[in-house]
């Protein structure tokens, strides 16, 4: 099985209110999970039923910083496919437009913050029952799906 995640967070104020966002879809090959990194691609190619949408959610997380926020919408977008496909038969690609989490996921960078280790953690767990997994820095126009339910949620507060 091939699944893509773009998820996103934000905060209005840093710290402020705050939600996560994210977009789960499926695709035929490990080719298309590269592909959809492209919005417009993406767009077609889930109008044309080559790629499945898994999942659309967000929620609320009350005040926190940016970064907690971007954190936590890798981390459920991960607990959603956990608990509802084996990622033991998953090839995936998670798409993100934080660089920071990016860099910090793969290693790049130590995640420093008290704050954000449990969920670095929790993040860890997840990718390690995974057949396969890929974490990839997109840009915000690319991540629109994520990005429009965290505004989407951060407007009705």
């Known amino acids: ?21 994210f977009l789960v879809v499926q695709a035929e090959s490990m080719l298309d999970l590269e592909r959809i990194c492209d919005i417009k ?3 077609k ?28 919408g890798l981390v459920f977008a991960l607990e959603n496919i956990v608990q ?16 920071l989490v990016v860099k910090q996921v793969r290693g790049e960078y130590k995640v420093k913050k008290e704050e954000l280790k449990p969920w670095s953690v929790k993040v860890k767990q997840f990718l390690s029952k995974f057949k396969s997994f890929k974490v990839l ?9 994520a990005d429009g339910v965290v505004n989407e949620i951060l407007d009705g507060q």
């Not at 190619?45 to 971007?70: F, M, P």
């Not at 496909?85 to 998953?90: G, M, V």
């Not at 820095?137 to 629109?144: A, L, P, S």
């Open 45 to 72: 190619l889930i109008e044309n039923g080559e790629v499945k949408i898994l999942a659309l959610e967000g929620k609320y997380v009350g005040n926190t910083t940016n970064n907690q926020a971007e954190w936590q």
């Open 137 to 145: 820095h997109v840009y915000r126009e690319h991540n629109k799906e």
């Open 1 to 21: 099985m091939f699944v893509a995640l773009f998820a996103d967070g934000g905060s209005r104020g840093n710290p402020g209110p705050s939600a996560y966002g």
């Open 41 to 43: 691609l993406r767009t």
């Open 84 to 99: 509802n496909y084996n990622p033991a038969e998953i090839n995936l690609i998670a798409y993100l437009d934080s660089e």
